[in-house]
Every structure is written in structure tokens, then in C-alpha cells.
């Protein structure tokens, strides 16, 4: 890459990194890296672009896994239906009406040998959206790696694995906290060991922004939880400089442009601090990573073509902030999963910014502006204030549990709806510039009927396992669930014999209690 000349159009040299005259001294690559985690950032690679896909039955799932490769995705991003998430198999009371829909249905390790089907996990990274049965799916990708003759120290993705944004904000919890955080911890132990090149949780402010907060309350609640999760797995024994090197964080993108891009910048700034202060020294594990995903709440149903442009400027501000890894949400979202021709859209959005548009050409482009610079100081400040005062009540588990990250979030919420409902905030197309609406009739509908196709697949799995090797599995994750053995190996034996998600979630149900 080093003799490749970088210029604009006309001509121009571009310099890998520009300082002011009287000399910034800060460089990309360099503590507190507000500037980016590496030196060259995309001049050296562009950023991993994935669409997150994921919708009925894995053999549906696996055709568009299938094209979205097809079409130069280089990252598979998984969403699982409820079920799935919650730890119910298909055939569970509680999952009528809901198998397939918002994912894909995940019953046991015959469904992910399916969602994989043709594709080697040596050689792609796949990010899994999945957090109270994370250590479930992640062992039964473990399972399939395997299978596949992979050596597992190689794999390598990420899963979300991120509980306390669940308490929070989103709802998709099965055990009370602590017994979460020891899943946690256990994910972050064994894979330390096994899987070091799997990123053993995504802290995610996605869906904290989802849920109504601001970009403050984003940066800030975000990295409190962080702060609970280095805690933690130091108050196991567990060394900062190894496991916070596969923490990675996960944030949205938003319409306000310049606020985006300084909140990653902050939020570079700030986590750099909070490691160093708990003991990091490596740079590796004060360097914070992070995968974006544009706004799926700044989305409208109304005039939903407008929505390639937000999703456009969502994305340039992700880049522009430094992001690792970017998903761009389809057009139709606010109507429907997406539609292929929406998936093609919102992936090629992202390759002309990576290669038409010379934003990638020179680290942090946006640099030494004097609007930039004291707008990233300012969100860091504001941010701070909200992590001193989770501090103050004993770390963010204590402040979930008092409520407080929950009223803060909802009442930012309200004020925003209200802000539209006055007019004070524009939203284009829906309080200004609207129109009689003309319907879109290319929705994306999954079919109820998946949920029978789903049952008939566990009733036979459940007749040709060897239902003993299940049992005694589902046995020994007992008696190492009461204990303090690490769960990670006993959930794996479990997959191995095809014991299903919700056989497996009921057996720590039974030792942990519900939430």
C-alpha cells in the first residue's frame, strides 16, 4: 500500500494525516486515539461492510447470506427471531405468532449447520446480534467451526453478549443480573483460552439510542456498562490486557451529522481513559472498537425513498467517525424486513463512499475544525457527568436496578415525540413536506406457516438423537450451574448432542430463575 498515490481528482497529493500549522499534537494510532485506532485506518482497509440478515427458517436465511456474498459483503451480520432470543424452541407456547419474524428461528445446532450451509466459517466473520442465549449460540458455532475441520483459534466474529442494554433498554433478558454476568464473564474466560480471536461482546448503544435516549445519554450509558463489564471480569481474575483486547462496542448513527461524528471520536477519548485507569497498559485493550449500524428509528414509513438519503449521510458521519465496521439499514425498514433489491441499495451505498467519494483517502479528514474539536469535548463532558453519577450508585447493574437508566432514556423519549408533535423538530415528510401517501406495495412478509415446518424439525431431531447423551448433558450443565465451573465447555457438550436452545435455557432457568 505504501507506494500507492492517493490524490484528488484534480490532481492533488493527499497527505496520509494533516496537523495544524502550530502542530496538533495528537496522531491517529496514538493514545487517546480520538483521532482512530490505527495509524492508516482506511487508506490501509477499508472498513468491514455487513448487512445484518436474518429472517424465517436458516434454509431462507442461508439464500440471502449466499447473495449478500454474492454481491461483495464481507462480513455476515445474524439476527434470530424472539424465540430465539428469549430461549424458547419454535414449538413453545410463547412462540406463536413469532417464529421467523424479526430473524431467524434457531432450535439447535441443526439449524446453524443449515444457516451455514456452503459457507466456511474460517473464512468470513460473523457478528451475531444475540444476548441472554449468546453462550448457547456462540457454542453451536463453535460446534459447526468444528464440524467444518476449522481450527477454532482462528475463527473469529463477534456476539453481542451485551445484557445490562437489556435491562435498559430493549427487554430480551431470561436470568436475573448476576447470574448473567457470570455467563458473561464465563464467555469472556473461555474464549480467552479457546476462541482468542472471537470478540466476546458487543457494548451496545444501539439500542439504548433505539429506545429514545440522546447521543450524551448513548456515549455515556454505553461505556458505564463497559465499565461493569471490565468489573467484572476483573473481579474474576481475569487480565485487563488480554480479555479487554475482544471487547468491541456497537453504536448507531443518527441525522445530526457533526454530533455523530464527534460522539465517536469522544467516545474513543473516553474509553482510552477508563482502561488505562483499571490497569490497562497495552494499547490493543485501550483501543476502543466499534461497528455502527445507521438509525433505524430515524426511519420514516412516509415516503420511504427519502430514507436512502438518511441512511447515506448515517453512514458517511460513521465513516467520518472512525467506525470499524458499518451495516446501512434498507429503505423499507420502517415498513417491513428488508427486500433484496433494499439489501443492494443500502450495501452499495457504503461501497460508493468507500470508493468514489475520497473520504477514505486521509485519517480523520475532519480533524483540527474548530467546530469538531470543541463539539467532541463538549459530549465528552456531558457524557462524563452521567458516568460520575452511575459511579456514584455503585456502577451501572445498580442504577439499572434502581431505574434510573430507564427514566433518564424515556424521558428523553417523550421529549422528542413531543418535539415533532410541535413541529420544533423537522422530520421531512412526515411534519413538513408531506403528501398524500402512496402505498408501497413491495413489503416483505414472512410466512406464519414456518413455525410448523420449524416443529416438524425439532420432533424429528428429537427422535433420532440419542435422547441419553442429551439427558446426561443437560444433567452435568446442572450440577456445574449450581457450582462455579465455567458453563461454556458444558453448553458445548449440550450442543454437540443436539440438545435444542430451549432444553438447554430451561436447564439454567431451573438453576438461576427468571428475571
Not at 415528510?429 to 413491495?442: D, H, L, S
Request: include cysteine; charge should be negative.
Amino acid at each position: 500500500m505504501a507506494d500507492k498515490k492517493f490524490t484528488t481528482t484534480s490532481g492533488i497529493e493527499i497527505k496520509e494525516v494533516y496537523t495544524e500549522p502550530s502542530g496538533m499534537t495528537e496522531l491517529p494510532g496514538q493514545f487517546p486515539y480520538s483521532r482512530g485506532i490505527q495509524k492508516d485506518m482506511y487508506r490501509g482497509k477499508p472498513w468491514t461492510m455487513r448487512q445484518y440478515a436474518g429472517f424465517s427458517t436458516a434454509e431462507e436465511s442461508n439464500k440471502r447470506y449466499h447473495y449478500l456474498l454474492s454481491q461483495g459483503t464481507m462480513g455476515l451480520s445474524v439476527a434470530f427471531d424472539l424465540p430465539t432470543q428469549i430461549g424458547y424452541d419454535s414449538d413453545h407456547e410463547l412462540s406463536e405468532g413469532e417464529v421467523g419474524k424479526v430473524g431467524v428461528a434457531i432450535d439447535s445446532l441443526k439449524d446453524i449447520e443449515i444457516l451455514f450451509d456452503g459457507i466456511q466459517l474460517k473464512d468470513i466473520t460473523t457478528s451475531m446480534t444475540i444476548n441472554a442465549t449468546a453462550s448457547i449460540l456462540l457454542a453451536m458455532y463453535i460446534a459447526l467451526a468444528k464440524k467444518q475441520g476449522a481450527d477454532i483459534k482462528q475463527i473469529s466474529g463477534t456476539i453481542q453478549n451485551d445484557i445490562l442494554k437489556e435491562y435498559a433498554a430493549r427487554g430480551t433478558y431470561i436470568y436475573p443480573p448476576t447470574p448473567s454476568m457470570r455467563l458473561i464473564t464465563d464467555i469472556f474466560e473461555y474464549c480467552s483460552k479457546e476462541v482468542p480471536k472471537w470478540n466476546t461482546i458487543s457494548i451496545s448503544g444501539y439500542h439504548i439510542r433505539e429506545a429514545g435516549s440522546t447521543a450524551v445519554q448513548e456515549l455515556a450509558f454505553t461505556l458505564a456498562n463497559g465499565k461493569a463489564y471490565l468489573k467484572a471480569a476483573l473481579e474474576k481474575g481475569l487480565d485487563i490486557n488480554v480479555f479487554a483486547k475482544r471487547l468491541s462496542f456497537f453504536f448507531n448513527c443518527h441525522n445530526n451529522f457533526f454530533e455523530e461524528i464527534a460522539k465517536f471520536r469522544a467516545a474513543r477519548r473516553m474509553w482510552a481513559h477508563i482502561t488505562k485507569e483499571l490497569g490497562a497498559t497495552d494499547p490493543g485493550a485501550q483501543k476502543l472498537r466499534f461497528h455502527t449500524q445507521t438509525g433505524g428509528s430515524t426511519l420514516t414509513a412516509q415516503q420511504p425513498m427519502n430514507n436512502v438519503v438518511r441512511v447515506s449521510m448515517q453512514a458517511l458521519a460513521a465513516v467520518l467517525g472512525g467506525t470499524q465496521s458499518l451495516h446501512t439499514n434498507g429503505y423499507d425498514e420502517a415498513l417491513s424486513l428488508p427486500t433484496e433489491a433494499a439489501a443492494k441499495i443500502a450495501l452499495r451505498t457504503q461501497q460508493i463512499i468507500a470508493f468514489e467519494s475520497g473520504v477514505t483517502d486521509t485519517v480523520d479528514p475532519l480533524a483540527g475544525s474548530y467546530f469538531i474539536e470543541a463539539l467532541t469535548d463538549e459530549l465528552e463532558a456531558a457524557a462524563q457527568l452521567y458516568i460520575d453519577k452511575i459511579d456514584a450508585m455503585g456502577g451501572s447493574v445498580k442504577a439499572i436496578e434502581q431505574d434510573y437508566i430507564q427514566q433518564e432514556i424515556a424521558a428523553s423519549a417523550y421529549k422528542y415525540q413531543t418535539d415533532i408533535e410541535s413541529g420544533d423538530q423537522v422530520l421531512v415528510g412526515v411534519n413538513k413536506f408531506t403528501q398524500a401517501e402512496e402505498v408501497n406495495p413491495n413489503v416483505f412478509r414472512v410466512d406464519d406457516a414456518i413455525r410448523r415446518q420449524q416443529i416438524d424439525k425439532l420432533e424429528r431431531l428429537k427422535h433420532e438423537r440419542n435422547n441419553a447423551a442429551v439427558e446426561k448433558a443437560l444433567q452435568n450443565l446442572t450440577t456445574a450451574a449450581q457450582g462455579t465451573d465455567n458453563l461454556m465447555p458444558y453448553i458445548l457438550i449440550a450442543v454437540e448432542t443436539y440438545a435444542t436452545l430451549g432444553e438447554i435455557a430451561d436447564t439454567l432457568r431451573n438453576v438461576f430463575g427468571e428475571y
